[in-house]
């Protein structure tokens, strides 16, 4: 199931720097979109989400955009922290419930 | 902050047999799910579940699988007879509606499930 993809398996960033987290999807019908943080041995945390009708949605340090026309999604984290270093998942909501999940993209926020 | 916990953190059980994991969602949530990664896979959905019933499930989730809401509190995942390749981290989650701003799915922290 390639619905949702994260292709850079890893990122490192400095510190106080942008970090800009990738993900595609090919499913046209999904309406709402979600960022979760995961640490090892740990639940997915909620971060930031955008519904198919906005194309931005900003929170503090975390900002997603979407676009549409291009099935792209896109977290800008700024500026990066060390606390920050853990793995990104986006995921993706057809009408319903189910979540579908990205393959994660690990980032590190160095010092 | 309400959270969804489960228990147990971790599960060792023999293949064929019997475990059930645990979940207490956010009190006021109507929707639970059950997903699971499998290790250095992705998180998959397994089932949702809502008003008692069912309402969408994966093709993983067979016969083996069943969920139940037993009280007004708790929400279990059950495994019937385990295989090997029931060995993931299984997660809980809940969320308060479909839609409206408040379909945001919460996860809790896991149970790791191992099965020898």
């Known amino acids: 199931d390639q619905q949702v993809k994260q292709n850079s398996p890893s990122l490192s960033v400095q510190e106080g720097r942008i970090s800009i987290l990738n993900c595609d999807y090919t499913?046209?019908?999904?309406?709402?979109f979600l960022w979760y943080k995961k640490y090892p041995a740990e639940g997915p945390t909620f971060l930031i989400s955008i519904s198919s009708i906005k194309d931005k949605n900003e929170d503090g340090r975390f900002t997603v955009f979407l676009n549409k026309s291009a099935k792209h999604l896109s977290l800008h984290i700024v500026p990066s922290q060390p606390g920050d270093s853990a793995v990104y998942f986006c995921?993706?909501?057809?009408?319903?419930?189910?979540?579908?999940f990205g393959q994660g993209t690990e980032l590190s926020v160095k010092p | 902050e309400p959270e969804v916990t489960q228990t147990p953190s971790h599960q060792v059980t023999q293949m064929g047999q019997e475990v059930i994991l645990r979940c207490v969602p956010i009190s006021n949530h109507l929707y639970f799910y059950w997903y699971r990664q499998i290790l250095g896979q992705k998180v998959e959905f397994l089932v949702s579940?809502?008003?008692?019933?069912?309402?969408?499930k994966s093709e993983i989730f067979d016969d083996q699988f069943s969920v139940e809401r037993p009280d007004g509190s708790n929400f279990t995942l059950k495994i019937r007879s385990t295989k090997l390749e029931d060995s993931a981290m299984y997660f809980c989650?809940?969320?308060?509606?479909?839609?409206?701003?408040?379909?945001?799915?919460?996860f809790g922290p896991g149970t790791r499930l191992l099965v020898l």
């Open positions: 579940f809502y008003n008692n019933e069912i309402s969408e």
């Open positions: 989650a809940s969320s308060e509606f479909l839609a409206g701003g408040k379909e945001t799915q919460y």
């Open positions: 499913n046209s019908m999904f309406d709402y």
């Open positions: 995921a993706a909501r057809p009408l319903g419930g189910k979540l579908i």
